[in-house]
């Protein structure tokens, strides 16, 4: 299986909604035109930032197959699977390889609490289901069971299961992916804006950037710099990003992204509620950071 595509700088995109909570499709595809001008890698669509728990099935599927058309082969494109039930995922893997999307990213489950047997049995079900590349997508903060070293070091063994976003901001839990899997192929990306350098020098393959909606081509400079062997360059290019991560806690998740980018007059519009956007004392401040950096 071909996994040489999976490398680099992966914007999770958000999705544009109308008044209705639809896909906005001319400003989805504004969106990609905007991560692809700044030369990312790939494009996840539906992940967290896609907000693709306020999206009803046949919303999902449109946006997909709304992001898969306007990037036309320019770049890949992954599809965020982040169901409960094994069903469910089923579903939604065989979905996004009938759209063609080319590889899945896969939540474990919310809200249920699993044994690592579960949640082993629950990645191998759905892997087996389709043919695609599958990324596992570590984010225990947000949904309660983490993906231990141990247990990647078996998911790791499934054939299509090539590679892992890890969101856990625990660095040694990252570290200790690289290592156990280190010489097998297998793809660890940053999936903490802040830790990108650090995970490349470890040997992780690249990032899953929230801040890539907002500022690609500077998330894209960290990972050039260093591939290039300029590593003073890419700490500076991680050491400016920086600021604009740590003002995620400005609003609720992801409202910050979609707030940032209609402050660049990008039109990612409003997130889906119950989340609402920052407030203006927040927005101020959020405004202040990207004129800091030089965005605005």
Known sequence: MDTSFIRGVIPPIVTPVDADECVDEQRLRRVV???????????????SNGEFYGLDPE???????VTIDQVNGRVPVY??????????????????????????TILPP??????????????????????LPILLYNNPDRVGNNISAGLLERLADIPNIVGVKDSSGDFTLTAE?????RNTGFKVMAGRDVMILASLVYGAVGCVASTANIVPALVVDIYRKFMAGDLQGALEAQLTLAPLRMAFGLGSFPSVTKDAMNLLGLEAGRTILPVGG???????????????MGEL
């Open 177 to 181: 992916y690289i290592r156990r899997t």
């Open 33 to 47: 035109e905007h991560v692809i001008d700044g030369g990312v890698h790939g494009i996840l669509s539906l992940g």
């Open 278 to 292: 920052c407030t203006e004392p927040n927005l101020s401040k959020l405004k202040d950071v990207l004129q800091a």
């Open 110 to 131: 919310m809200f249920v609490s699993l044994t690592e047997e579960e949640l082993y049995r629950h990645f191998l079900k759905v892997a087996e289901a389709v043919s």
């Open 79 to 104: 599809m965020g699977i982040g169901a409960i039930a094994t069903k469910e995922c089923v579903r939604l893997a065989r979905l996004g390889e009938s759209l063609k999307a080319q590889a899945l």
């Open 59 to 65: 919303q999902q599927q449109r946006a997909v197959a």
